[in-house]
């Protein structure tokens, strides 16, 4: 059974840092494309960043791109996403979401994936 299991959210203050991280169980993932999402309240899911099954590309919304930084540990079948400089509008739930089928691209799009895991809470106060 597939399973992702995402850690690191909490509150944080403005131009404060946080890592994520989103570890997979079930399976090895060490060739499937892994990716971040977001959702604030009231507004629908959105791309956040994705990566390659070896982590050699990478991609990102424009929204967070010199800020987030995403990476992936495949001994440890986890991947991280690195926020910096903080602002309340990226306050939502973040979610991260594997694509199952070997040697794919990173795509940006929900369909992309196949499982997501619960979420983790992402709080910025000004």
């Known amino acids: 059974q597939v399973q992702l299991v995402e850690s690191g959210g909490g509150l944080v203050q403005a131009g404060g840092s946080l890592r994520l991280s989103c570890a997979a169980s079930g399976r090895s993932f060490s060739s499937y494309p892994m990716g971040w999402f977001r959702q604030a309240p009231g507004k629908e899911r959105e791309f956040v960043a994705a990566i390659t099954w070896r982590g050699g590309s990478t991609r990102y919304a424009d929204s967070v791109k010199g800020r987030f930084t995403i990476s992936r540990d495949n001994r440890k079948n986890t991947i991280y996403l690195q926020m910096n400089s903080l602002e309340p509008r990226v306050t939502a739930v973040y979610y991260c979401?594997?694509?199952?089928?070997?040697?794919?691209?990173?795509?940006?799009?929900?369909?992309?994936?196949?499982?997501w895991g619960q979420g983790t809470q992402v709080t910025v106060s000004s």
């Open positions: 979401a594997v694509r199952s089928t070997s040697w794919s691209p990173a795509g940006r799009g929900m369909r992309d994936y196949d499982y």
